[in-house]
């Protein structure tokens, strides 16, 4: 009596293969395991022999993936099947009409006649036919409307009942369950390939970035090497009497000693790590920052594209490290330079603004470039898109994003063809220290955040002779200060003026360059320009002088008297 | 150049910036040695007993931070300014580590290094 192949057991036989399915799916999402596991499921439960044949889109051709026997002294019809349906390409009636019609092709005997319905050519029908089919099942593989391949199930042995056209119903639950399986391990097959190719990316990138850095690093350390007898010679120099000649060529030397000097302080801030923790350091207001960078990042734009800057003089600091914000910016305006090197006009332009209802500021870099398409502006952070015009020294896009949402901070890209394109990232702004410890009455401490390098010094020197510690730190409210001394005027934010003096009782700021602040306080003093040793141990005594209520009681007090 | 004169150890193997620091200072009236790498800034700092050491700090085989670590290990604890072609944020905090008071980058101006001897305490 023949063994039925589906039909007592047939919906059985599917539950219980679809039980299986689970830990067939969990188990293993690699394709070659995948299959070797269909295989031991088909085979031979379902049939003599089978194969799978996968559909490759791009060269429209059945891949044989799996060759499942149930008899191994068939071994060697293996290897004939693999060369036989090598580069069978998707054409002939029968996969034509699978492809078509989605549906199951049932094969009831062995005959010539059917073989040749089923594979129009000679060689094939001869091979089947040596193999000893006797029937046969051809099913279109698929999911969500969309063709993986195929099954083809034979039954070869006497003792197994021919397929029918019963078998049907539930040869199609197991063609859907064996594509299931097919697509996820594709699509595993698929993602690892893709974090391979990212963590390759990555690598390079990397390696693209410490290389630059490297260079960054020696040519900032030569370059300064060079200008420090420069610096004291033109500074000595300019002290003494000398020709107008001289003075003017002196001038003009200065002038690329200070030139260079920027570029240095550039290429240092690009050397930087631009993963690493944010500093103390890091916490300068923007147009320092700027002041630093904005050499470098003309230099990093082709010949005849130009650079445009709008940051306004009193931002505060962000909350991302100078040399993160450095590869940000620069890998930006480099990129805009070149995507708009060759265009009349070539404009880059670079600007900063604060957001108003935030504490972060929002910055821009733009050129009227070509543009880029709706594709390249959706992959553009892609580590897998390749840019023609990406610099191989640059961070790349995707680390730029990576750079700027480590920050806490989201960046976007607006672009129109022939018009240019926009990148905007947004950067929150340096936390402050809210509760500090209170100051000991004891400490003397000072603050100082004044950008003019030589009106710093003068405050410093004055007020060491004064007795106190100075802690240059550019922070803001770090650290424990009695006195601020700050050019960081912020008019649209008083709050942190107060918030510093309210924290202790006996705490002065004094704002340099500021002709008023918008919320008056005993204890934030206002000076025009920096003040001279004279003036600031004036109001320094001032202040002392009644630490607990400000120089402004203190005064009172001394004309009530 | 600072008012009073000190005695001032100038390491720095890039022999221009050393040779002219050396001689603003000496012209403003300090006592000034140079040592061209850290063995001999050490041992001439034995010797020379200075007051403040303007330290390079990518010096030849024993690097300034190295330098630092052992004029801070001797008795006479001179004042050590590092004077440096690198400025990270990991050079900085290893120099306050290894006791360097002042850190800049090069190029510094004149009238940095004048403001900062002015305001140098006398001897530790």
Known sequence: ???????????????????????????????????????????????????????????????????????????????????????????????????????????????????????????????????????????????????????????????????????????????????????????????????????????????????????????????????????????????????????????????????????????????????????????????????????????????????????????????MPASALTHVVFNLVQSAGLGTQGRSHANVRFWVERLPRRRAVRIGVEDNGPGMDEEAVLHCFDPLYASPKRSAASVGLPMVRALVRRAGGEISVTSRLGEGTSFVFTVPLAERRLRPRRTSSLARVARVTVDDAPSRSAIIASLQSSGFYVDETEGLLHGEPQVWITDLLLPDNPDEFLEFVMQAANRLVVVVGGTSVPTPHPRIHVVAGPPNDTQLQKILMTFEESPRRGPRAARARSRSR | MGGIGRRILVVDDHMDASETLAILLRAAGHDVMVARDGVSALQNAGTFDPDVVFLDIGLPGMNGFEVARRLREKDQKPIVVAISGYGSHLDRKQAQDVGIEHYFIKPVGLDTLRELLATLPLRR
């Open chain 1, 1 to 319: 009596v023949a063994s039925p192949a589906f039909q007592p057991l047939r919906s059985q036989q599917v539950d219980l293969l679809l039980d299986r399915a689970g830990s067939l799916l969990t188990h293993s999402l690699d394709l070659p395991e995948a299959l070797d596991r269909l295989a031991d499921l088909l085979v031979p439960q379902f049939a003599d022999w089978c194969n799978i044949f996968l559909l490759d889109e791009q060269e429209d051709e059945w891949r044989l993936v799996l060759t499942g026997l149930a008899d191994p002294a068939m071994e060697s019809s293996r290897e004939q099947a693999r060369t036989l349906f090598s580069g069978w390409k998707n054409s002939g009636s029968l996969t034509q009409r699978l492809l078509s019609a989605g549906e199951p092709f049932l094969l009831s005997d062995g005959t010539d006649r059917s073989l040749r319905e089923l594979f129009p050519d000679r060689h094939r029908v001869e091979f089947f036919r040596s193999l000893g089919t006797r029937s046969a099942l051809y099913l279109p593989l698929e999911l969500d409307g969309k063709t993986l391949g195929s099954l083809l199930l034979l039954v070869l042995d006497r003792d197994r009942a021919r397929y029918q056209r019963e078998d049907l119903h539930a040869a199609r639950r197991l063609a859907t369950f064996v594509a299931a399986v097919l697509r996820n391990a594709k699509l595993w097959a698929a993602l690892q390939s893709e974090l391979g190719e990212r963590k390759r990316i990555e690598r390079s990138l990397r390696a693209n970035t410490a290389a630059m850095r490297t260079l960054a690093a020696g040519l900032g350390h030569d370059i300064g090497n060079l200008l420090q007898p420069l610096r004291l010679r033109l500074d000595s120099l300019s002290t003494m009497e000398l020709p107008r000649m001289a003075v003017a060529d002196l001038k003009a030397i200065g002038g690329v000693v200070g030139y260079l000097q920027r570029l240095t302080s550039g290429l240092r801030l690009l050397a930087g790590d631009p993963g690493g923790e944010i500093s103390d350091q890091d916490l300068m207001p923007l147009a320092t920052w700027w002041r630093d960078v904005e050499t470098l990042m003309k230099d990093a734009l082709p010949p005849g594209v130009s650079l445009q800057a709008d940051v306004p003089p009193r931002l505060p600091p962000v909350r």
